[in-house]
């Protein structure tokens, strides 16, 4: 009996010496992996790196103003990525690009369904809704996105539901979401002309020429802020500043952009002001473009 138990005993040894080997033979192929940059995937991990891979290359291909080809890569992923609120969104994305707002709401819908806090989403589709004149529908969706105190850039979002406040002739909440856009960010040009805009229509010129005039000492080569800030100068009769900020702009802008050849007119005109400073001048479009509502 002593035998037999030093023969189980021994057998035993054996076979946790077995196990033992085994074990350090498997931990040392998973160190040779990591040694040499390989890692061993499971199929889920394979799919959401392809996943990734191929919205990564999509988000790429958009942001170079390519959307067709962004929309063959996410046309490829659906159904891996149906779960991936940012698949939705970079969808809707390329849809809005495409001029496809159906579809764009289609999927920027499904966005929010899936993280409702995605703020980025909201606004995204409260401009779907705006380019589907579906006006209640929009609103909502931008105050959803400002509704959340996380967004990181509800400049946007407050500046859209303005724009859309402006277009309804709801001019006092217009103002007060220009307002907002820019205590979000005060060099948010955007709102800046669009606060100036809404200013001039009210008569304060004054006012919207201080906001622009603190809007180019951040952005002093804002092409958009000069020219808005040249003919509020006009508008309070300030030819003389009006003409050296035309000026700029011609020095500034591409030659070939609307800005030049507005600054341009007005440069041809404004030395015949400052001959006959009696003279009424009503401006008259030029080149399609009218200069002031006087």
């Known amino acids: 009996m002593p035998q037999i138990g030093r023969l189980f005993a021994g057998g035993q040894n054996r076979i946790a010496c077995i196990w033992h080997g085994v074990f350090l033979g498997l931990f040392g192929l998973s160190l040779a992996f990591s040694f040499s940059g390989c890692t061993v ?30 929309l063959r890569q996410l046309q490829a992923l659906q159904g891996p990525a149906d779960n991936h609120p940012d698949y939705h969104f970079l969808y809707g994305l390329t849809w809005s690009k495409l001029q496809r707002h159906e579809q764009a709401c289609e999927h920027f819908r499904k966005a929010v369904s899936l993280r409702p806090e995605f703020a980025q989403a909201w606004n995204n589709l409260g401009q779907s809704y705006a380019a589907l004149d579906q006006a ?33 002739g709801q001019t006092e909440e217009a103002k007060g979401l220009a307002r907002q856009s820019l205590d979000a960010n005060p060099e948010f040009v955007p709102a800046m002309i669009l ?37 509020n100068l006009l508008r309070l009769g300030r030819q003389k500043q009006a003409r050296q900020w035309f000026e700029r702009i011609a020095k500034t802008a591409d030659p070939q952009s609307e800005a030049a050849q507005v600054a341009a007119d007005y440069l041809e005109l404004l030395p015949q002001w400052e001959l006959w400073p009696s003279l009424e001048w009503t401006p008259t479009p030029c080149f399609g473009h009218k200069p002031l509502d006087l």
């Open 41 to 70: 995937l499971t199929p889920r991990a394979q799919m959401d790196q392809e996943v990734r891979a191929r919205m990564d290359l999509a988000s790429s291909y958009s942001a170079n103003e390519q959307p067709r080809l962004a």
């Open 195 to 231: 606060f100036s805009e809404l200013l001039t229509a009210d008569n304060r010129i004054q006012e919207a020429v201080d906001i622009v005039s603190r809007g180019l000492q951040a952005q002093p080569n804002d092409v958009r802020l000069m020219q808005d800030l040249a003919e």
């Open 136 to 168: 209640e529908k929009a609103e909502q969706a931008f105050r959803q996105a400002l509704d959340i105190p996380t967004y990181l850039t509800p400049e946007f979002a407050a500046y859209n539901l303005s724009r859309l406040y402006k277009d309804q």
